[in-house]
Structures are given as structure tokens and as C-alpha cells.
């Protein structure tokens, strides 16, 4: 049977940050996947250049355009030091003993770093067992760390842009699976 290529989506169930080690014409490589916790929301959206050719008084004779990147946008739970390093560089370090251990996260970086994005969706309305969509070599480009109001959980958020792989060619993909496979290890 072939694969559905249409579907209705409902809910974001994980998603998952990668430190990308190198994107060569010849090969991709990425660190430990790294858990988002408490996936609440993502999004993704093209961006567009477009030019237009006028003449012979302000007609349009031609019009371009072309994706430049997608903008993509996650909204989570819980504040990660594993995933502010991977999305902002810097460093994590643990110091005491096990009785009065403290972990910390130090922003140092003086690049911010490329990563892949990683996101599933599996409560869908057709034969398929999941959606998967990657975007092979973000940055981030804003959010909020940390927030806080009496009587309201704060919610970390980043935005970051995908831009071409030098590997694949591509800012990324989107798969419907019809066997459940979930995220890379």
C-alpha cells in the first residue's frame, strides 16, 4: 500500500536538539541527541525572497522567489543546561560532592553554535504511525532562558533559523511514516 501523503496533526509528543560537529560536502556528523523536555509546542515556517522585474510603465513582466530558510520556533516545560548548551554553546559543569552537588551552565561562547532540530508527531487522523520532521543545520536567533510570575510556570523558547546543509543540500524533512521509528538516538 502506498503512503499517505496528507494527514491532520494533532499534538507534538517529542522533540530533540544535536550539536552538529561538522557539514561537509561529503558528510554530516552531530553529537548525543538531546531531549527538549516537555515538548509543549513547535513551529515552522518558510522564509521567502521574492524579487519583481517591472517595465513598460510599471507592469510586472517577471516575478522570482525562493526559500532562504525555515524559521523554526519551540516552546518546552522544563530549563535544560543540556539544551541551552547545544543551542547556545557555552559550558556545563557539575562541582561538590554527592551530598551538595551544584550544576551550572556558563554562556562563553563567542559563536553561537549550528545544531539539528529533531520533532515527531504521533497522534494523527489517517493510516500513518508518525510524522517526523528535521531540520539538518540550525541557529538560533532568539527565545526567552528563563522567566518567572507568581502563580505561572515559566516556559523556556527558542527560535532559530535552518539554512542549507552543505551534506544533503537541504534545510531539512519531513517524513510520513507508516511504521513508528521515533527521533535518532
Avoid: H, W
Avoid at 513598460?56 to 530558510?69: H, N, P, Q, S, T
Amino acid at each position: 500500500m502506498a503512503a499517505d501523503k496528507s494527514t491532520i496533526t494533532f499534538d507534538v509528543a517529542d522533540c530533540k536538539v544535536y550539536e552538529m560537529l561538522t557539514d561537509t560536502d561529503s558528510s554530516a556528523t552531530y553529537g548525543a541527541a538531546v531531549d527538549v523536555p516537555g515538548i509543549q509546542e513547535v513551529t515552522v515556517e518558510a522564509n521567502f525572497v521574492t524579487a519583481e522585474l517591472k517595465g513598460d510603465g510599471g507592469k510586472v513582466l517577471a516575478k522570482k522567489g525562493k526559500i532562504d530558510r525555515l524559521n523554526f520556533s519551540a516552546t518546552y516545560s522544563e530549563l535544560s543546561l543540556d539544551v541551552m548548551k547545544t543551542i547556545y554553546g557555552g559550558t556545563v559543569a557539575t562541582a561538590g560532592s554527592s551530598s551538595s552537588e551544584t550544576a551550572s551552565y556558563e554562556f562563553n561562547s563567542r559563536s553561537l553554535p549550528y545544531f539539528k532540530v529533531e520533532f515527531l508527531i504521533n497522534d494523527i487522523e489517517s493510516d500513518l504511525s508518525e510524522i517526523a520532521m528535521v531540520l539538518n543545520k540550525c541557529q538560533v536567533t532568539g527565545g526567552s532562558i528563563m522567566g518567572g510570575s507568581t502563580d505561572n510556570f515559566s516556559q523556556p523558547q527558542f527560535d532559530a533559523e535552518a539554512i542549507l546543509s552543505a551534506y544533503t543540500g537541504a534545510f531539512g524533512t519531513v517524513e510520513f511514516r507508516e511504521a513508528v521509528t521515533g527521533l535518532s538516538a
